[in-house]
């Protein structure tokens, strides 16, 4: 009987005893309801896919192979887990599904000035936000933008061939209607007493609104 405990470690150390997933994503992880998303993944070998909220309705989720991929349409904000399992030992990740079923709130879109992109040049601060588009569905409309909170200056935005000139107060409609995926370019105009390398603003920052249009 003792015979079969170097099998088993000869097994162990070719393959590997200990479960694992060395990817698992969601894209898009924010979308419209009705809309789908797919999950994919990569594992040490076959696990399950579940859902939290549970989606029993959902041909796909159950039993999986290793290394795949699934479609998947949530109707409401949902956790999506894979599972697998190895020699009695356990490894699971999970991945969240933002579900978009009305006009939402202002959701940030900004860098700190420490972003690569960052540049300054005379007198203006600029900066490049990437919204990308494996993250967001593109049926994501802007409604409005806005300055954030506290912020008491002007910024000047451009996105999908507009651009505007924000100032504290009331969201601006100039992006009404354009995808929030796409690049966001944010400047400001340097104040009296701020210049390039020291004493500038930590980050631009503006309020992007949205709902779903098909």
Known sequence: MRAAAPSLFIICFVGGCTPGISGFRAEPNVICKGSQTTLTWSASNAGTLSAVPADAANPN????????????????????????????????????????????GATPIGASVADPSTTCEGSTLALTVTVPAEAWDPHIHVTGVALGAGVNRSYHVEHAGREADLAPGP????????????????????????????????????????????
């Open 171 to 214: 969201p601006s409609t100039a992006f009404a209607g354009l995808p929030v995926q796409g690049d966001w370019g944010l400047s400001t105009t340097l104040a009296a007493g701020e210049a390039c390398g020291r004493n500038v603003p930590r980050s631009l920052i503006i309020d992007v609104s949205s709902t779903c249009a098909r």
């Open 61 to 104: 989720l159950g039993a999986v192979p290793a290394t795949g991929s699934r479609a998947v349409a949530p109707t409401a904000a949902t956790t999506y887990r894979l599972t697998v399992t190895r020699f009695g030992k356990t490894a699971s990740r999970e991945i969240g599904v933002e579900v978009v079923t009305a006009p939402t």
